[in-house]
């Protein structure tokens, strides 16, 4: 089984630019007229958030170690 850790964003340094939400819309969805993603699950397997991680401009994705 893969293994799941928890994330989470964070949004004082998000500047909205809405990657994160097209690369994995399963895990980060977006609300219409709003400007910041919204987490859709708090867990995802390790690759899910490296590849967030990895894609944040501004390093925004934390996961528990
Ligand atoms: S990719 Fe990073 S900066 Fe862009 S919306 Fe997502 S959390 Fe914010």
Known sequence: ???QKRFY???GDCTGCGGCAELQ???IGWEEGDSRPLLLSDVAPDAVIHELQAF???DCIECEQ
Do not use: A
Request: with cysteine; glycine share 0%; hydrophobic share 35%.
């Open 1 to 3: 089984m893969t293994e």
């Open 9 to 11: 964003i964070l949004m």
């Open 25 to 27: 819309p399963d895990y």
């Open 56 to 58: 944040c401009p501004e």
